[in-house]
């Protein structure tokens, strides 16, 4: 972890040499000129330091030191390198604080002050004496640190041991403590054979904990007799090629009579011909367990023989893209058990003594939370029931076992080998990912993290580096999919078109990185009664679940970032206290907080990147808030904001906006909400990418076009006299992906002929609409790419299914008093992809009919305030992959109770 903390600091280093410090260079002062000299000269040497620091640090093993000398280094190597980023940040903090408002002219003032002078020297000195505590981290190194050489070998044996430990448990678990893998076990068999001669690759992956190796042993023991030879090879993350094939030529060796060779002094060359001669016309079924890099497979497949025996590879992995070596329909993903079969493990576990093991009434209570913690991870399940096992059957104490859930997991070294098989999949994180899932933790358990948000997060911190020509949120989405699909953060939920929509971290996965959080002093928890001390060193803090004012005395003065989370909390001291003394924050995250001003100090977080005010009652914000030169994102959504500061158009680096206000809650109006009235000169925020949602005008609709970066967009208020502006502005957009428009009332005709967006995702129109729109390109060209189309209070007279059937790609289509008629027929290969599909107020629709091979992968179908509609959809029972049917405000004659009897869907009715 220590080498995350040199990183951000070298970010930090390489950002204060940039063009405004350099300026400092052509000063006609002295004493600037060799202050700067210094400065620079001190940076570089830090700088180079800490690169060489950090390799040594990533030839070590930090996340498990070795002895207390090793972890008393680190930590200081930690501490080290966050006081050299919070002496930059306080560098460049002076220096961007007297640039502000002109350059030139704060330079000049800048150069005039003792008190400027005072504080670059004082800086000076701070780095001299970082550069010395380097020199002497160098030194302690050498005394007293062991050899780089050792520790690879300690670090390999660490990984090797634990990975072993878990397949000796796993090849000695009695079979009748087996729950819930019989399904799985099944489609395993049935995999292995399967009547096929080629060669099959067959992968089992999931999280560390999930049971993977316990499955794969339960059907290799069973089927292996069907193979002529077999053998099983655990592959560590330290493998070589030459391992991998000795080991598998030694299990063949183990487990055949009559087969005796020494592999021991081979080169990789006879190892593969020892081992294709051993194969050679056998059927043989090979299991590569806990493989963590596709390249431990590909290096020696040419040398798993494929001699058409019908021969299986089975491989066990943590990470999507080992599984993936397997082909589509011989993968096989493992989840956490359902709370029926973790209740029964964890009887089986805890309760291994009494009759059946059944649960004693006076304990069940406190038996099931701690089972709900386990979150379905079966090592998880087994360990900590093994554990209690052992403890008195009192309520009072599996109570407070409850309450020291976290602590055991931390300190109790009976379930070490639980945390250190979920330690590993952190270890072997790349570097760059274990910032951005340890932010994770500082969320609430069992909160859903929203994909958007929580890459605005990441970037404000500084953990997303720049790649080619993606945009740094595409480069985090790329993160979050890593650590997906490392069975890091588990997908909860994914929009209409396959993207992550929400995730979560699993429950004992994130108290592995709690843990982590407080070692590392990364960031802490306040959360109801489980406070964290929070002092004077800390990172991060993250306000959870409180409902009383929080009294805190203590001074924050290296604070980067503060949460509140589902708080009720209106006033504090130590939100204050945040605003007054931790003057370089990176993230303020206030959301749903009761608070209804901001102080005029918010002006002085020069290093403030995000700022969420969302759903606060905030009315305005102060003109101070032009100061925040940083500003990346910054989000009133549902506050009360309606007009900004004309300071706004000072945030050049600004690249999110959100501001609406709630008009109606139930939707049901027209206008559900309004934008907000920006000044002119919003429109040369060249970095921009977000605007939801700014009320239209006649200068707004002509500038617009000068945002070229715009990936989202929401306008409000549209005439229809802006309409031709509005087409012009925006096809200069060329990266635009979610476009909402909105009319200023029910009767103004939103003319978007005109429109042509082919890289457009989502669509939503908010207004009439002309019947010629939909033979428009907007349709029949940007149609192709559409995924998300919503036509609200469109008003058609004819069917606009016709023309709409022309967008192959729709996942969700809504038509909200889009349509006037009678009638709507989807036809026979329409909507081919479309997932969802709802129908509202249409007063006049009496009749929707469904061709058998319409919409084939529809989901779900929602149906509200259709007074006319008294039948079911006509040939509804064509739509095989229909799950709901959603019916809102509907004629009372409309069958719906029935519609469950006679169809294979659900029908809910509101």
């Known amino acids: 972890m220590a080498e995350t903390a040199i990183l951000s600091a070298l970010k930090v280093l390489g950002a204060a040499l940039a063009e405004e410090v350099k300026s400092l260079a052509t000063s006609k002062i002295s004493d600037l000129r060799s202050i700067y000299a210094n400065l620079k000269l001190n940076m570089n040497k830090i700088s180079t330091e800490l690169q060489v620091m950090q390799g040594f640090l990533n030839e070590i093993e930090t996340d498990h030191p070795s002895n207390e000398s090793q972890v008393a280094w680190i930590k200081e190597v930690q501490k080290l390198a966050n006081d050299i980023e919070d002496i930059v940040v306080e560098f460049a903090y002076l220096i961007g604080n007297q640039q502000f408002g002109g350059k030139s002219f704060y330079l000049k003032k800048l150069f005039k002050e003792p008190k400027s002078l005072i504080a670059f020297k004082r800086i000076a000195s701070e780095l001299l004496e970082a550069e010395e505590r380097l020199k002497n981290l160098a030194s302690i190194k050498e005394r007293w ?205 805890a309760f291994n003594h009494e009759k059946n093991h059944s649960c004693p009434p006076p304990l069940e209570e406190w038996a099931r939370k701690i089972a709900s913690k386990c979150g379905g991870l079966p090592l998880a399940i087994v360990s900590i029931g093994v554990m209690l096992s052992l403890f008195e059957k009192t309520e009072s104490k599996w109570r407070q076992l409850f309450d020291q859930l976290s602590w055991q997991l931390d300190n109790n070294p009976s379930l070490d080998p639980l945390k250190n098989i979920l330690m590993l999949s952190f270890k072997y994180l790349p570097k760059y990912l274990k910032n951005c899932f340890l932010y994770c933790c500082l969320f609430p358990e069992d909160f859903l993290l929203p994909r958007k948000k929580l890459l605005r997060l990441w970037i404000a911190e500084g953990f997303i580096e720049q790649k080619g020509r993606s945009t740094l949120e595409e480069v985090a989405e790329g993160y979050l999919m890593e650590l997906v699909n490392r069975c890091m953060l588990q997908v909860v939920e994914k929009n209409y078109f396959g993207r992550v929509k929400r995730c979560k971290m699993h429950d004992t996965l994130r108290e592995v990185a709690i843990s982590l959080c407080r070692k590392e002093n990364f960031g802490l928890l306040h959360e109801d009664n489980k406070s964290e001390n929070a002092d004077g060193s800390t990172r991060r803090l993250s306000i959870i679940n409180l409902r009383e004012t929080v009294n805190h005395d203590v001074c924050l003065p290296k604070l980067r970032t503060f949460m509140s989370v589902d708080n009720d909390v209106s006033s504090s001291p130590l939100l204050s206290m945040v605003f007054d003394k931790s003057r370089y924050l990176t993230v303020l995250d206030l959301v749903g907080l009761p608070i209804e001003t901001v102080p005029n100090a918010i002006g002085d977080l020069f290093n403030l990147h995000y700022l969420g005010l969302r759903e606060t009652k905030v009315k305005c914000l102060p003109k101070s808030i032009k100061k925040l030169q940083n500003l990346q994102t910054l989000d009133l959504w549902l506050s009360q904001i309606q007009n900004l500061p004309d300071g706004i158009v000072e945030l050049k680096k600004l690249r999110h906006l959100f501001a609406e206000v709630e008009v109606d809650p139930t939707y049901r109006s027209f206008r559900t909400r309004t934008g907000i009235s920006l000044p002119k000169g919003i429109f040369y925020l060249k970095d921009l990418q977000t605007i939801q949602a700014l009320e239209s005008n006649a200068m707004v609709v002509r500038e617009l076009g000068n945002l070229t970066q715009l990936r989202s967009f929401r306008i409000m208020n549209v005439k229809e006299n802006h309409s031709v ?162 019916c809102d405000d509907m004629p009372v004659l409309f069958p719906s109770r029935a519609s469950h009897k006679l169809f294979h869907f659900t029908c809910v009715v509101r």
């Not at 497979?297 to 089975?314: A, E, Y």
């Not at 096809?731 to 476009?739: D, E, G, V």
């Open 725 to 886: 502006e509005l087409c012009k502005s925006l096809s200069k957009m060329s990266f635009l992906s979610f476009l909402s428009i909105n009319a200023s009332d029910e009767e103004e005709i939103l003319q978007l002929e005109g429109l042509n967006l082919p890289q457009l995702q989502k669509l939503e129109l908010r207004g009439k609409l002309k019947e010629t729109i939909l033979e428009s390109p907007l349709f029949k060209i940007s149609g192709t790419s559409i995924q998300s189309l919503l036509l609200w209070w469109s008003q058609l007279q004819n069917d606009p299914l016709p023309s709409l059937s022309h967008c192959r790609n729709l996942t969700r289509l809504i038509l909200k008093g889009a349509y006037e008629g009678q009638r709507l027929i989807f036809q026979e290969g329409w909507f081919p992809k479309l997932k969802r599909l709802q129908l509202d107020i249409m007063p006049n629709l009496i009749q929707v009919e469904m061709e058998q091979g319409t919409m084939a992968s529809l989901e779900e179908i929602w149906l509200r305030e259709l007074k006319k509609l008294v039948e079911v959809p006509k040939g509804i029972q064509h739509l095989v992959s229909l799950k709901w049917m959603v």
């Open 145 to 349: 640190l062991p050899t780089i050489e050792k520790k690879n070998e300690e670090d390999s044996n660490f990984s090797n041991k634990y990975s072993h430990n878990v397949a000796v448990f796993a090849h000695v678990v009695d079979e009748d403590h087996l729950v819930g893998i019989t399904e799985d076990r099944v489609k395993l068999t049935k995999w292995l054979n399967f009547e096929e001669l080629q060669l099959s690759v067959v992968s089992v992956w999931g999280m560390g904990g999930v049971g993977k190796t316990t499955l794969v042993t339960s059907v290799y023991k069973r089927e292996r007799k069907n193979f002529d030879r077999h053998a099983w090879v655990s592959i560590s993350q330290s493998y070589t090629p030459e391992t991998i094939l000795w080991n598998i030529i030694s299990e063949i060796c183990r487990d055949e009579k009559g087969v005796t060779i020494d592999a021991t002094n081979m080169d990789i060359l006879r190892l593969n011909t020892t081992l294709q001669n051993l194969l050679g016309e056998h059927k043989y079924l090979i299991v590569l367990d806990d493989m963590w890099d596709p390249k431990a497979f590909l290096d020696i497949r040419d040398t798993l023989v494929d001699n058409h025996r019908g021969s299986k590879i089975v491989i066990t992995s943590r990470m999507a893209e080992v599984a993936n070596l397997a082909p589509e329909n011989k993968r096989l993903e493992l989840k956490p058990f359902s709370e029926t079969y973790s209740w029964s493990l964890f009887c089986r576990k």
